[in-house]
């Protein structure tokens, strides 16, 4: 692995192509940010990242490979924005991004579509779920779902 600085052109690189990839919509991936903590989540994210960088020994640095560093830095990307959002619902999303989120549609058991309307994580035991209310909006009819998440410890 070279040098993780500011000034090279490959940190540089890794920096422009996660955040292009994590701040914008894609095809298969929403972005989990809101627009209102791009900048700061740019510059804390990416100070965070230098400072872990120039902070290891040289022969870390050497074993570290270009998916390894990539992933840290979206560790930090991630991290990062929690303490920026304003809402609980901002914190799911940043959370769990691929899970669905309000606005989003969803069929019911017939098959009819309704939009998700709220959210809210809850426990059983030692599992957690998200829970996702929905609402048709031709008819009104309110329903409920859960998908289990993942253990993030």
Known sequence: M??????????SELVEQTFKFW??????????????I???????STEKFYKWA???????????????????????????AIPLIKTEDERITIMYPFLPRLGDKLNDDDGKESGVVDRA????????YLRVSCENSENGDKWKTSFELPNMS
């Open 121 to 128: 994580i809850y426990k059983e035991g030692d599992i957690s």
């Open 38 to 44: 791009h900048s700061a989540l740019k510059s804390e």
């Open 23 to 36: 701040l914008t919509d894609n095809q298969h991936i929403r972005s989990p940010f809101p627009t209102y």
């Open 2 to 11: 070279k040098e993780l600085d500011n000034t090279t052109v490959e940190s």
């Open 54 to 80: 120039s902070a290891l020994d040289p022969e870390a640095k050497e074993e570290l490979t270009d998916e390894a560093v990539g992933e840290k830095f979206e560790e930090f990307i991630f991290e990062t």
